[in-house]
């Protein structure tokens, strides 16, 4: 009888655990199992069996590892993937992110223990605008942001990471989010539309390979056409299964958008786990 397949945990597309729920992702692990709220209904729960013996990989996501960093206690005892988000915005648009250079500093840490083919680092979502960004160029928005992901290409190699993936997307005008942004005062939000999007992203793709460094692009049908972006699996099975050393799903994760090239995994965290960053751009928050 052919052994179970093992599970991919994701931790979490739906909130920030590392950073502000550590202590439960810690206690949960040691339980061997967590309940989990239905994201539609969230009066219903499911338990998630969280054994080592039964996890194939926990793809854990954050904008600061520093908890991980000084204690990984029980995620010691599981195979990891990291999704690493780094966009050194202005505070208008990430009001508590870690600065660039304390998250560069995590990151270099992670490496003592973790190799770069375990990395994700993502540049996500991508927001012109004339007043996000920390060393704004008002004239042309645009440039700021290039500027931005030229400097983390350069550290990320100056650190040994060309072994990573690097992630981007435009974002998601949701209602909600496009009138949050609205209410910033001097944001001057730049939207990428037409022929603008893919030449934007295109530049992006310029940069990474003149670094050495592959740029995926995050479940967008509009930019599967830009040369040099690659399609991107936030869950990538294939990958996790030749990280491991052990096989993993591959089949399609049906609960994510029709786009989204990821492979099956479980996920652990909640809406109602609040996230402290506050990020303007980000679609879950109300």
Same mark, same amino acid.
């Given at each position: 009888?052919?052994?179970?397949?093992?599970?991919?945990?994701?931790?979490?597309?739906?909130?920030?655990?590392?950073?502000?729920?550590?202590?439960?992702?810690?206690?949960?692990?040691?339980?061997?199992?967590?309940?989990?709220?239905?994201?539609?209904?969230?009066?219903? !729960?499911?338990?998630?069996?969280?054994?080592?013996?039964?996890?194939?990989?926990?793809?854990?996501?954050?904008?600061?590892?520093?908890?991980?960093?000084?204690?990984?206690?029980?995620?010691?005892? $599981?195979?990891?993937?990291? /999704?690493?988000?780094?966009?050194?915005?202005?505070?208008?648009?990430?009001? /508590?992110?870690?600065?660039?250079?304390?998250?560069? !500093?995590? *990151?270099?840490?992670?490496?003592?223990?973790?190799?770069?083919?375990?990395?994700?680092? !993502?540049?996500?979502?991508?927001?012109?605008?004339?007043?996000?960004?920390?060393?704004?160029?008002?004239?042309?928005? +645009?440039?700021?942001?290039?500027?931005?992901?030229?400097?983390?290409?350069?550290?990320?190699?100056?650190?040994?990471?060309?072994?990573?993936?690097?992630?981007?997307?435009?974002?998601?005008? $949701?209602?909600?989010?496009?009138?949050?942004?609205?209410? *910033?005062? +001097?944001?001057?939000?730049?939207? *990428?539309?037409?022929?603008?999007?893919?030449?934007?992203?295109?530049?992006?793709?310029?940069?990474?390979?003149? &670094?050495?460094?592959?740029? &995926?692009? =995050?479940?967008?049908?509009?930019?599967?056409?830009?040369?040099?972006?690659?399609?991107?699996?936030?869950?990538?099975?294939?990958?996790?299964?030749?990280?491991? +050393?052990?096989?993993?799903?591959?089949?399609?994760?049906?609960?994510?958008?029709?786009?989204?090239? =990821?492979?099956?995994?479980?996920?652990?965290?909640? $809406? +109602?786990?609040?996230?402290?960053?506050?990020?303007?751009? =980000? $679609?879950?928050?109300?």
């Amino acid at each position: 009888m052919p052994a179970k397949m093992k599970t991919v945990i994701s931790a979490s597309r739906r909130t920030d655990l590392p950073r502000f729920h550590y202590r439960w992702l810690q206690d949960a692990l040691r339980a061997g199992g967590a309940l989990v709220a239905n994201p539609r209904f969230p009066d219903a !729960r499911y338990r998630v069996d969280l054994r080592p013996e039964n996890v194939h990989t926990i793809v854990l996501w954050s904008k600061d590892f520093a908890n991980l960093l000084a204690a990984p206690g029980a995620l010691a005892d $599981y195979k990891l993937y990291f /999704h690493y988000t780094v966009n050194n915005y202005a505070p208008l648009l990430e009001p /508590h992110v870690p600065p660039y250079a304390a998250a560069l !500093r995590t *990151l270099e840490g992670l490496l003592a223990r973790y190799r770069p083919a375990q990395f994700t680092i !993502r540049f996500d979502p991508v927001v012109v605008s004339a007043g996000g960004e920390l060393q704004p160029t008002p004239e042309k928005p +645009g440039q700021a942001r290039l500027a931005a992901f030229d400097r983390l290409c350069r550290d990320l190699v100056a650190l040994g990471m060309r072994g990573c993936r690097l992630a981007t997307s435009h974002i998601a005008l $949701y209602p909600h989010v496009k009138k949050r942004l609205a209410t *910033l005062p +001097g944001l001057g939000l730049v939207p *990428l539309e037409g022929d603008a999007l893919p030449l934007f992203f295109a530049r992006l793709a310029a940069i990474a390979a003149g &670094h050495g460094l592959a740029l &995926h692009a =995050c479940a967008s049908p509009r930019l599967a056409a830009v040369p040099g972006l690659a399609p991107g699996r936030c869950i990538d099975g294939a990958l996790l299964a030749a990280l491991a +050393g052990e096989k993993a799903s591959l089949a399609r994760d049906a609960g994510q958008r029709a786009a989204c090239g =990821c492979t099956k995994s479980v996920d652990i965290g909640g $809406y +109602g786990q609040r996230c402290d960053f506050e990020c303007a751009y =980000c $679609y879950g928050r109300r």
